[in-house]
C-alpha cells in the first residue's frame, strides 16, 4: 500500500543544472500538489492539478515547471536551479472533495551548490 | 493576504504532561481546519475540522475550532516521547482547487 511515493529522495545539483522530481501516487486521487518546506515558513503550495493535463501556479510558481501527462504522476521541474530552491519538497494528493485531506510523500530533499 | 500562524514555535516539556498547541488564522474562503504530524519525513493527517466547538479527539489527542475568533487549538495530554514532532496546521481554502495555508509549525519535545 504504497500511498503517495517521490523519486529521489535525495539530490544534490550545480547551480544552472536542471532536473525532474517525480510524484506517483496509488490512490486514483484526482488532485496533487507540489509544496516546498524551509525552515520556520512551513509548507508552500508551488503548482497543483485538478486533473490529467490540467495545471495551475500556487503561491511561489518562479523557477519551476509542472507536468501532469497520466492521473497517477506528477512531475516537478527545475530548469536551472539556484541557491534559492534548495529546500525540502513534498508531493500530496487528494480527493476532489473539501472534505478530504491531502495525503503526503516522504519528501525530496534537494540541495543546490 | 491569507495567513495561519501557530504558537508556540517549540515547546519542551516533561512525560506525562499535557499540551495545548495555537493556531489562528486569517483567510478569504475557509473551508477547513486540518492538523497534521511531521516526524522524520511526511506529514501525517491528525484531524480535520469545519465546525465551530464540536470537539474531534482520536486517544490522548483533540482538537477545537472556534471559527468566530478564528483559531483552532490540539490539546495532547499524558505526553508520551512518541508524540515528540513538528505539529504542522493548515487552513484549507477554496480558489479552483482545495488548496491548504500552512502556518510555520510548532515543533514539540517531549522528555523521558
Known amino acids: 500500500n504504497a500511498g503517495v511515493t517521490q523519486t529521489p529522495k535525495f539530490r544534490v545539483l550545480k547551480t544552472g543544472q536542471s532536473m525532474t522530481l517525480l510524484c506517483a501516487q496509488d490512490m486514483n486521487h484526482e488532485y496533487m500538489y507540489w509544496y516546498r518546506q524551509d525552515p520556520g515558513m512551513g509548507l508552500r503550495l508551488i503548482h497543483y492539478s485538478v486533473g490529467e493535463g490540467t495545471t495551475a501556479k500556487g503561491e511561489v510558481p518562479d523557477g519551476y515547471n509542472v507536468s501532469r501527462l497520466k492521473k497517477q504522476n506528477f512531475l516537478l521541474g527545475l530548469e536551472s536551479a539556484a541557491p534559492s530552491q534548495t529546500s525540502v519538497y513534498f508531493c500530496?494528493?487528494?480527493?476532489?472533495?473539501?472534505?478530504?485531506?491531502?495525503?503526503f510523500g516522504d519528501g525530496t530533499r534537494l540541495s543546490i551548490l | 493576504e491569507d495567513k495561519v500562524v501557530q504558537s508556540p514555535l517549540s515547546l519542551v516539556v516533561h512525560e506525562g504532561d499535557t499540551v495545548t498547541l495555537n493556531c489562528s488564522y486569517e483567510?478569504?474562503?475557509?473551508?477547513?481546519l486540518l492538523w497534521y504530524k511531521q516526524e522524520k519525513k511526511a506529514p501525517t493527517f491528525l484531524f480535520m475540522l469545519?465546525?465551530?466547538?464540536i470537539e474531534k479527539k482520536s486517544g490522548r489527542l483533540s482538537s477545537i475550532l472556534d471559527k468566530k475568533e478564528l483559531f483552532s487549538i490540539l490539546n495532547i495530554t499524558a505526553t508520551q516521547t512518541g508524540d515528540s514532532a513538528v505539529y504542522l496546521c493548515a487552513v484549507g481554502i477554496i480558489q479552483g482547487a482545495q488548496k491548504l495555508v500552512f502556518g510555520q509549525g510548532t515543533r514539540l519535545t517531549i522528555n523521558p
Open positions: 483567510v478569504t474562503n475557509f473551508r477547513s
Open positions: 500530496a494528493s487528494s480527493l476532489p472533495y473539501s472534505n478530504q485531506p491531502q495525503h
Open positions: 469545519t465546525s465551530s466547538g
